[in-house]
């Protein structure tokens, strides 16, 4: 299971800080993804980091504002957003997969999502 949270209303310019704590799998051998959906768009990744080696993936529109990191024994993945945009507005859902994938079909497991809301 994954559970995502850290999300609310922010004035743009600001910054948030999503957590997605991971339980029942074992952590350390999946990749984790964030992604998000805004109302009316589809549902695009945002950012992702591997299992063991560290290597991340941003969406290019988050290149240098977001920032992904893990706590392997806490089970957990964070998701530092800075500099926050109101096209950042989305419902943000992390997901567990066996490989570092931008592909939303190849995660297992997901969370619920969490509401980021950045006013302008």
């Known amino acids: 299971q994954l559970q995502a949270f850290g999300g609310g209303l922010v004035q743009a310019g600001g910054s948030l800080r999503l957590s997605c704590a991971a339980s029942?799998?074992?952590?350390?051998?999946?990749?984790i993804g964030w992604f998000r959906q805004a109302p009316g768009k589809e549902r695009e990744g945002v950012s992702c980091?591997?299992?063991?080696?560290?290597?991340?993936y941003y969406l290019d529109s988050v290149k240098g504002r977001f920032t992904i990191s893990r706590d392997n024994a806490k089970n957990t993945v964070y998701l530092q957003m800075n500099s926050l945009k109101p096209d950042d507005t989305a419902d943000y859902y992390c997901?567990?997969?066996?490989?570092?994938?931008?592909?939303?079909?190849?995660?297992?497991?997901w969370g619920q999502g969490t509401l980021v809301t950045v006013s302008s």
């Open positions: 029942g799998f074992t952590f350390d051998d999946y990749a």
């Open positions: 980091i591997s299992s063991s080696d560290g290597s991340t």
């Open positions: 997901a567990a997969a066996s490989r570092l994938s931008v592909k939303a079909v190849e995660y297992r497991y």
